[in-house]
């Protein structure tokens, strides 16, 4: 008992039970068994079972790092790792025994002592406190009549079942199969591996701490560089597909899987790219800092160059498939910086962005089709359409900021909301069905013609979200550093004083929901335009919630960021599409992980980092 | 002519009653200080002159002119700066860029030269021009509030308890730079709870009791006035 108090076994059993319990919980939400459908690397390792390894070993790496702030040696660091590799496995132990047919006696005997041990526990401290005997015995009693019923019940549930699946739909043959590394029929053997695997995935945490830092980095790179293409090999595929031959192809893949001499290959490499990196690429970087000015600008030029030759070559590089992906992206991209301007310049909450993007998509739908809804015929085509696209959305951010101007903060965001959602009753209306279709919505938009080429590929129509990011994001440049950007930093800041500055608020925030909305509506039109069809059902209030997260993952306020949050946020999704549902799981996850470690974003703002930094050190000290 | 007078205003928060008829005038180039227990209506009736809340009944003329129902950034322009309660600087951006802000509504060449002005009088401030200002101290954040005030040059300075939050020490310079502020011809509505610093600077001042005006007089006389003394200045 004191040995379990002691600071550092605390470290590893804490840690061990963190990295068991989400080994238990993915599995039982059929994650690990879903993801074991993916191999990483041809019949080595699947993503599964690359979580069941990779779970002890972060624990155990991050043990070593709070173990080494206790003044551990690397020896104990070695034993702490496999301990908490054993006692990452144990939860899904346990489960294991008790979903076999020998050893299911042993979960019918734990469900029926629960209540008498928290019974007997609870009493017992009744007892120090020095409480009343009757009482005792009365509050023992009805603990475990309480209790008793749950878990008797589910004891029986269980007799009478005979498996877990009653219960725990997800703890099925094919994930014992998985964390018993396909031992289904020798659980013994199959707990020992288990056991084995998940020590030496915490030991190897273990040994990767302590040793050092330069073939440390290097080894962690190319590990982690291998295991991203092996996880993410269909989409690397699709890109090598464009540029490789088929039997190189073949050679490297076996259908969507990395085979193990490429795998090995690419290890090694990135292995060596890595070392080369950490040896070298601080002496770069100082070298860097220490060239001539002018130097370094051509060095940046040069840089720039390069990056805008890769966004114009894209779609070549990456195919038809990936293309589609960029385009989602390049539409949601144009969304966030739009929506940046209300929340991040000027701090306004705006909960109904999905407004102007169905404004735009409706307006290029009815103005444009040739289905049945489509009266102007040929009339207007999509270059003439987007402009109105725009004008229109403009016009519904500000009759919609009208009403709202005198509101603040978190009623913004619910009055927003709420326009969100009349933009998709509206649309599904029967009123406006004669109009735009009610819930069939309008079909036969004809693609944009372009020179007389019909832009009907997603590699072409990724121009022209690229066209429309760029104008976005200069023009969300120029703002930010005029009279009107400093106008609503102001007002973000503080709208009192603001207005103290002799700042119109009213019109700031007007201008700022206005010109926020034209970008969102020109994203509904190039998504109309893309689609082919335009739905009430594409417009919930998921598109603004993913506009937002998006902008506050990548950082607020920040351009680049907001890219980095599309792809993260909306790429990653549409890669993972094979792990249906589970994708959710990830994208909250992510955000949870996200506002805990990193609630700045991934590339932040300099104003954030700014406030973030203030928040830190803004104690005034009174007597200065 | 008075440069602010301020007649019979009567401010509510939703329904309750805040001031009750509350007169006083501000001659040009003077010193005025409102003084009052918490709650008494002091920055009420500040938010009431520089336009943040609308009076339902009375007036306050500014230079002739009714302001009673003017927004609060057009006063601005007319030559009203306001200091406001707790200071509000922003306190992501730096202290330059405060000071800029508050020079939002001039677009003559003399901003520059005022800068420099706003430097001179708080040479603090130009040590920390490209500090964010929320990692000022309080007394160096009260500095960059009145910095800030008077880059919109006003005529008429409205200050909320500068004293606010600050030390002993601090308090005593605060005062003075209001007084060098006054000296060079800005006239100064000061509203404070510390009575005693502010009867100190003040020409006239006027004592504030539940939404009314319970007296007014020179400032040197309520110094000596029995009830200011028991009420705000502590002396029995």
């Known amino acids: 008992m004191k040995m379990l108090r002691s600071e550092t076994s605390r470290t590893v059993l804490s840690l061990g039970l963190l990295a068991g319990a989400f080994i238990l919980f993915t599995g039982a939400v059929g994650m690990i068994a879903a993801f074991h459908e993916r191999e990483v690397v041809d019949r080595f390792i699947s993503l599964g079972q690359l979580l069941l390894m990779l779970a002890p070993f972060v624990a155990a790496y991050l043990g070593a790092t709070r173990l080494d702030a206790q003044g551990v040696g690397a020896q104990a660091m070695l034993g702490g790792g496999i301990i908490v590799g054993l006692i990452t496995a144990m939860p899904t132990v346990i489960l294991l025994l008790f979903n076999s047919d020998e050893f299911r006696f042993l979960l019918d005997l734990t469900l029926k002592l629960i209540p008498f041990v928290v019974a007997t526990v609870y009493a017992r401290r009744l007892h120090k406190s020095g409480s009343d005997q009757r009482l005792i015995i009365g509050s023992w009693l009805a603990i475990v009549v309480l209790i008793g019923i749950v878990t008797f019940s589910f004891a029986l549930i269980f007799e009478i079942k005979g498996d877990l699946r009653s219960v725990l739909p997800n703890i099925s043959r094919d994930w014992v199969d998985v964390v018993t590394f396909d031992n289904r029929n020798e659980l013994m053997t199959g707990i020992f591996a288990l056991l084995l695997v998940s020590a030496g995935a915490g030991a190897a945490g273990g040994i990767v701490y302590n040793i050092p830092p330069v073939p440390r980095k290097a080894l962690l790179y190319g590990l982690g560089v291998t295991l991203l293409v092996g996880a993410f090999g269909e989409t690397v595929r699709l890109i090598l597909q464009e540029n490789v031959d088929r039997d190189t192809l073949k050679q490297i893949f076996r259908r969507d899987t990395l085979r193990q001499n490429p795998a090995l290959l690419l290890f090694v490499v990135s292995t060596v790219a890595g070392y080369l990196w950490a040896m070298f690429g601080q002496q770069a970087r100082y070298g860097f800092t220490n060239l001539e000015p002018s130097r370094r600008r051509a060095v940046n030029g040069v840089g720039m160059l390069i990056f805008a030759g890769l966004l114009l ?102 009055a927003t909301l709420g326009f969100g959602e009349i933009i998709g009753k509206l649309a599904i209306s029967d009123w406006l069905k004669p109009l735009i279709g009610g819930a069939q919505g309008v079909q036969a938009i004809p693609k944009p013609i372009f020179l007389g080429i019909e832009l009907k590929n997603p590699e072409q129509l990724y121009y022209i979200v690229l066209a429309a990011s760029l104008v976005t994001l200069f023009v969300s440049i120029r703002l930010n550093n005029s009279r009107t950007g400093r106008q609503w930093m102001a007002i973000r800041e503080d709208e009192d004083v603001a207005t103290a500055m002799g700042i119109d608020t009213a019109r700031a925030k007007l201008l700022a929901f206005t010109l926020s909305a034209a970008t969102g509506g020109v994203a509904g039109a190039i998504f109309a335009a893309k689609v082919g069809t335009v739905f009430p059902n594409s417009f919930t209030v998921f598109i603004s919630i993913n506009v937002l997260s998006l902008i506050i993952v990548g950082g607020i306020a920040s351009n680049p960021g907001i890219v980095v949050g599309a792809v993260v946020l909306i790429g990653l999704p549409e890669l993972l599409r094979e792990f249906s549902d589970f994708r959710f799981l990830m994208y909250g996850a992510l955000l949870v992980i996200m506002m805990i470690k990193r609630p700045q974003g991934f590339i932040p703002s300099k104003l954030v980092t700014h406030e973030i930094r203030a928040g830190v050190k803004a104690k005034p000290a009174v007597a200065d | 002519m008075a440069l602010l007078e301020v007649n019979d205003i009567h401010t509510y928060y939703g329904n309750i009653h805040a001031l009750k008829g509350v007169s006083f005038e501000v001659d040009s180039g003077e010193i005025i200080a409102l003084i009052g227990s918490n709650g008494a209506g002091k920055t009420t009736t500040l938010r009431t002159i520089c336009g943040l809340m609308a009076p339902r009944d009375g007036s306050v003329l500014y230079d002739g002119e009714d302001i009673s129902a003017a927004r609060a950034d057009t006063l601005v322009g007319k030559g009203i700066s306001m200091v406001p309660e707790g200071r509000g600087v922003f306190a992501k951006l730096t202290v330059e860029e405060n000071l800029d802000m508050g020079a939002f509504t001039r677009r003559d060449a003399g901003v520059k030269d005022d800068l420099k002005g706003a430097y001179e009088l708080f040479p603090r401030l130009e040590e ?49 730079t209001v007084q060098r502020i006054a000296n060079e011809g800005v006239t100064i509505l000061l509203v404070e709870q510390n009575a005693h610093m502010a009867l100190q600077i003040a020409d006239r001042g006027y004592v504030l009791q539940s939404g009314e005006v319970a007296i007014s007089d020179t400032a040197a006389n309520l110094r000596e006035n029995e009830t200011v003394q028991k009420t705000y200045l502590g002396i029995d």
């Open chain 1, 313 to 414: 070559m894209l779609p070549w590089l990456i195919g038809r498939t990936l293309s589609d992906v960029a385009v989602t992206i390049g539409i949601f991209v144009l969304m966030g910086l739009g929506l940046n301007i209300a929340i991040g310049l000027a701090g306004l909450l705006d909960l109904g962005y999905v407004t102007n993007y169905a404004v735009g998509a409706y307006i290029l739908a009815v103005l444009t089709s040739i289905g049945p809804l489509g009266r102007l015929d040929g009339v207007f085509t999509f270059w003439m359409v987007i402009p109105l696209a725009l004008l229109a959305a403009m016009c519904a951010g500000f009759i919609f900021a009208v009403p709202v101007l005198r509101m603040r903060g978190d009623y913004l965001a619910i």
């Open chain 2, 128 to 176: 920390r021009k490209r500090q964010v200002a929320g990692t000022l101290s309080g007394g160096e954040q009260q500095m960059l509030a009145i910095a800030r005030a008077l880059m919109a040059k006003p005529r008429l300075l409205l200050l909320d308890e500068p004293s606010m939050g600050l030390a002993p020490v601090l308090v005593d310079g605060v005062f003075d």
